[in-house]
């Protein structure tokens, strides 16, 4: 898969309750979470991401809660891929059991400034910042979730598993 | 070869063999957890694998806590959807209205979980359960309805932070302060990926349900695990609870591989509060004791449990909370309910001007009951401070430990029961 899509920058330690908060967790429908997705950052901040735009976070992006309704939100947002210095772990696994492929950048995810153009190469794992000219490399998948995502997402893998794929 | 805890535990539950951290190794699964959030989830997950039949139906447990009393008409058509989901599949342990408590105090109580056992539960603090030698981590929905359907997860080997406790523990230090101090000290992200292993004599010393409320916060550093040692006051703790007393030693063997250790000695040391707005943001209270609070809370699955109601009510007997301060004390579990009553706590908690209220998590992720407007301030014996998590976005939470809610209730400022 490759994206292309203007960066939405977030800080360091951005939790799960800033992607979406408890208050909101009376539903497991993406267009409802997606239309209040980082209303615990900012109310509305939603309103400036057009389809196919990607999150660019800092440090352990997603910590806090085990609510999928983080990456469900991300999804029903219209980000369809997330860039972060780095990710907490049960945010990590969740993403990628949701569909949501995530870029661990490490430092050089502070070069990407918010507004910028960006262009992902997933199978490369590269990501292109069109607007400043520079690429970052992210290094290649774990091999479990890999597993996962070719079998289309975590219940893809389970239902192969119980012989109903 | 030694071993860390975490890796004793995990081979339990292996036919692999576990040699070394970061390898992915395929577990069996002693229980299965889901709340009223995230159970709806993993039910829908369930349904979309096509599983016919959860793989045991004593070893899932379904717990109806976050938003109960049922708190609005959608929460409480999620909470219908799970029901009917425990009913389908027969599921000996659901809980939900009079037999439903805070989730992680209610399991160890119950005699659901205990040592050497391997949990995951689709709530970040199931990691409480290490508190009794137990490798219990959080997951998500599609995970959780994953072990449902196959008793089974696959899991990367975490590297192991050892962490000492040494010296006397003063008079009003707690577990909260203990475990506040190491978050305060390596950060939100200090153990990402890794497990917490816990010991030292002030360990050894500690009452299970101060190992209980440790564990919880283990999660707050990022860890996927905060283990202690199986030991005698581990195995009473079981006794009491119906469960088999454990005929093995678990503990890390001497030499164990640790990425890091990190050591404390704690006499002479202060209460601390975790400020607004990260867990980590940790002070002695002394530094922030002139900072007014507009409520406080006494409960959660972090200090819900019947010593932390007895502590909180050493402080507030004979006193008052301050008149600009709604107290809300919240016992975690119908039993610590009952407990507080025969005990005569909830007299002094009533006389001292607090609302009791039921067993639930509510206000520790913004909920309900007991929410803060523009611009308030909250000391809760809970363990999270993000930015809005109890409600408004311009209000402030100050995470602490049942003794400092207390004292900071009766005064309507941050404060520790020493300056009473």
């Not at chain 1, 208050?23 to 939603?46: H, I, M, Q, S, Y």
């Not at chain 2, 081979?11 to 390898?23: F, I, L, N, P």
């Not at chain 2, 019947?306 to 809300?328: F, G, T």
Request: glycine fraction near 12%; include cysteine; charge should be negative.
């Amino acid at each position: 898969m490759n994206y292309k899509g203007k960066a939405h920058r977030v800080g360091d330690h951005i939790d799960t309750d800033a992607i979406i908060p408890a208050r909101f967790l009376v539903t497991t429908d993406a267009v409802k979470l997606g239309e209040n997705c980082f209303a615990g950052l900012e109310p509305g901040w939603v309103k400036r991401v057009r389809k196919g735009d990607i999150l660019v976070a800092g440090r352990n992006f997603g910590c806090g809660s085990s609510r999928e309704h983080a990456p469900i939100a991300i999804l029903g947002a219209g980000m369809p891929v997330v860039i972060a210095h780095s990710f907490a772990r049960i945010f990590y696994r969740n993403a990628f059991n949701m569909g949501l492929p995530l870029m661990e950048a490490g430092d050089e995810t502070a070069n990407i400034q918010d507004g910028d153009e960006l262009e992902i190469v997933a199978r490369e794992g590269r990501i292109r910042d069109l607007t400043r000219g520079f690429d970052i490399v992210c290094p290649p998948l774990p091999e479990s979730m890999s597993a996962v995502l070719n079998a289309g997402g975590l219940v893809g893998h389970v239902r192969k598993r119980l012989g109903k794929a | 070869m030694s071993k860390t805890l975490t890796q004793k535990i995990l081979q339990k539950h292996s036919d692999e063999a576990v040699e070394r951290d970061g390898q992915i190794v395929q577990c069996r699964l002693s229980l299965v957890l889901a709340n009223d959030i995230t159970a709806p989830l993993a039910i829908k997950s369930f349904r979309e694998m096509r599983a016919d039949r959860v793989f045991d139906r004593d070893k899932i447990v379904l717990v109806m806590d976050h938003f109960t009393p049922q708190k609005d008409i959608d929460s409480a058509n999620q909470v219908l959807g799970c029901r009917a989901f425990a009913r389908e599949q027969n599921i000996t342990h659901y809980y939900e209205g009079g037999s439903c408590g805070v989730e992680h105090a209610l399991l160890p109580e119950q005699g659901l979980v205990g040592p050497g056992d391997l949990v995951i539960g689709a709530d970040s603090h199931t990691c409480t359960y290490g508190g009794l030698g137990a490798f219990a981590t959080g997951m998500g929905s599609t995970d959780i309805a994953a072990g449902m359907a196959l008793g089974e997860t696959w899991l990367k080997v975490p590297p192991a932070i050892r962490v000492n406790y040494a010296g006397v523990m003063p008079e009003w230090l707690g577990a909260k302060d203990l475990i506040l101090m190491l978050i305060g000290e390596i950060g939100v992200d200090g153990a990402l990926y890794r497990a917490l292993e816990f010991g030292g004599p002030v360990i050894d010393a500690l009452p299970v349900e101060g190992r209980l409320t440790m564990a919880n916060m283990a999660i707050e550093a990022g860890a996927k695990a905060g283990l202690f040692p199986v030991d005698e006051r581990t195995r009473a703790y079981c006794v009491e609870r119906g469960r088999p007393a454990p005929d093995f030693v678990l503990a890390a063997d001497d030499g164990a591989p640790y990425e890091r250790i990190v050591s404390f000695d704690v006499t002479g040391r202060e209460p601390v509060v975790a400020c607004p707005h990260l867990p980590s943001n940790v002070k002695p209270v002394s530094e922030v004791a002139d900072t007014p609070v507009q409520q406080v809370i006494i409960g959660s699955c972090t200090n819900g449990r019947i010593s932390d109601m007895r502590d909180a009510a050493l402080v507030l007997r004979s006193r008052k909370v301050d008149k600009n301060v709604r107290c809300i004390v919240l016992p975690s579990t119908p039993a610590v309910w009952k407990q507080c009553l025969r005990e005569g706590l909830l007299e002094i908690f009533m006389d001292a001007g607090c609302i009791v209220g039921p067993c639930t998590c509510g206000p520790c992720l913004g909920g309900h009951m007991g929410i803060l407007g523009d611009g308030e301030r909250a000391v809760a014996t809970t363990n999270r401070n993000f930015k809005g998590r109890m409600g408004s976005l311009d209000s402030e939470v100050y995470l602490a430990s049942p003794v400092v809610a207390a004292a900071s209730a009766v005064l309507g400022r941050v404060a520790g029961p020493g300056q009473l």
